[in-house]
């Protein structure tokens, strides 16, 4: 007892400091969650200290030098006080995109983003610091060590076991996203891409495609595909439309899906590098440029960038943020981008029907109801939530339909090229959501719209093409359809 009276001061220091952590650093990724409930906001404040726990026994071994925990602690706390004041006001997610551009952006732009609620989050937050500094001067940090060091030991390893238990969980919130986020910008690309792109045969017709990169989308819950409910209207009265409904991939998240279907590379086949389409249809005189409402990821971000012009909306936002902007956000800019020039290829890369779905579409195509209204999944009915994931595709039928309604209007021959990266569970086996195992992630919808003048103009493919509408697909086909659509040839 008398020990435990001995040890107190130290234990103290540690509830306090991991509070200030909470409160200015931990507390940030949790702080935008939409959750309905007692029981779900209870799940997530378990979350959230099982985080901590974890945070808990890195600062304990951090606190055990006086100086050391001045120096070390005193810049990581004010550095992650800079990221979490925009995760708390604006549901910035701190990943690689965000790392970037405050290591690239010029000292003047970063000053723009200083405002009086950033100073004084600052001023509370070094307030916040400086007291726990003197608390940490008057313990002896290093009393009790052999009966500390196992707990603390334990809590680094149960962020091990916690991420192995359910990967993305912990490392997707701060402190850990900021590190990946560093990790990932000073790591060397994972994907080669080819510099020399062979020698190609074209012609200099006019024509501009409109490539939209879906996100999510199974075949299988598109109303022209034969799916019970009408989620697609506007789509099943525009003509010279067709949906192939047997594409297949292997690949069912986001990282791997989309280096595949904008390269050369084959999914069971793999080399040492790959050509980016982009760089092939630049070589025959094509104007590229990419819109995009995802961050970039490392995966893909070397092939976005062979295109002639890079456009991000909304860039700082990942799929972690609860504000993300909806994807008609791409159509402003794809009418200035249309103008560009005769030969041009535009590419679209949607958040699609990305989980969480409320997020990706508005009251006007909140249709089918009831929806989700928690993020906890466990306490959401399956009738919610494939409620709200039609209510994505009402709103994707919404945003080709658009994207048509401009092409129809273009001088040149036109074409919109749509394709889903992957699919989703959607409770099939128990399972939802995607980037697991099984089949229902495997199926992403995949559709060709051309114009009455693409039609008129190109005639064999369009019935080349056509003829493939209910064959067995992988998309291994999309890059070459693509340079075919365009009549480009590889020598
Ligand atoms: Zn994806």
């Not at 060091?149 to 969980?169: M, N, Y």
């Amino acid at each position: 007892m008398e020990k435990l009276k001995s040890l107190r001061p130290v234990i103290v220091f540690h509830l306090l400091l991991n509070s200030i952590v909470i409160i200015f650093i931990t507390g940030a990724s949790y702080y935008h969650t939409p959750l309905e409930g007692i029981k779900d906001t209870a799940i997530y404040i378990i979350h959230l200290l099982l985080l901590q726990t974890t945070v808990a026994g890195l600062l304990y071994f951090l606190s055990l030098n006086k100086w050391v925990f001045h120096i070390v602690f005193s810049v990581l706390f004010l550095m992650y006080c800079g990221f979490s004041f925009w995760a708390y006001t604006q549901d910035i997610s701190i990943t690689m995109p965000l790392i970037q551009s405050i290591l690239e952006t010029k000292p003047d732009i970063a000053i723009d983003l200083i405002s009086i609620p950033y100073i004084l989050f600052f001023v509370v937050a070094i307030f916040a610091l400086l007291f726990i500094l003197k608390r940490q001067r008057s313990i002896q940090p290093t009393k009790g060590f052999l009966i500390f060091v196992i707990p603390a030991l334990l809590a680094v390893f149960l962020f091990i076991a916690l991420e192995k238990i359910r990967p993305g969980s912990l490392i997707n919130r701060l402190p850990y996203s900021a590190v990946i986020g560093f990790r990932q910008y000073y790591e060397k690309p994972t994907l080669q891409l080819n510099k020399e792109i062979p020698a190609l045969t074209f012609n200099k017709d006019s024509i501009k495609l409109v490539f939209v990169l879906g996100e999510t989308v199974r075949e299988d819950h598109l109303g022209i595909n034969g799916y019970k409910r009408n989620t697609t209207p506007l789509l099943a009265s525009k003509t010279n439309l067709i949906s192939f409904k047997n594409l297949y991939t292997n690949n069912t998240y986001t990282g791997a899906s989309v280096p595949q279907i904008l390269t050369d590379e084959l999914l069971e086949q793999k080399k040492e590098s790959y050509t980016s389409i982009y760089s092939v249809v630049n070589k025959a005189k094509f104007k590229t440029t990419w819109i995009g409402n995802q961050t970039l990821e490392k995966s893909f971000a070397p092939i976005v960038y062979t295109n002639s012009e890079v456009i991000l909306v909304d860039k700082y936002k990942s799929d972690f943020s609860f504000n993300k902007e909806l994807d008609e956000a791409m159509l402003l800019p794809l009418d200035d981008v249309l103008k560009l020039s005769p030969r041009q290829f535009t590419t679209l890369h949607m958040m699609g029907s990305h989980w969480w779905y409320e997020n990706r579409y508005t009251e006007d195509y909140s249709k089918f109801k009831p929806i989700i209204d928690s993020k906890y999944i466990p306490s959401l009915s399956s009738e919610q939530i494939i409620n709200s994931y039609d209510n994505t595709i009402l709103y994707l039928d919404y945003f080709l339909s658009e994207i048509i309604n401009r092409l129809e209007k273009e001088e040149e021959p036109s074409l919109l090229f749509y394709v889903s990266d992957h699919g989703e569970h959607l409770g099939e086996n128990g399972k939802w959501l995607h980037a697991q195992a099984g089949e229902e992630a495997k199926n992403p919808a995949y559709i060709i719209w051309f114009s009455e003048k693409y039609k008129e103009k190109y005639p064999k493919r369009v019935s080349k093409i056509t003829k493939l509408k209910n064959n067995k697909l992988t998309t291994d086909v999309i890059y070459f359809t693509i340079l075919e659509l365009l009549d480009i040839k590889i020598n």
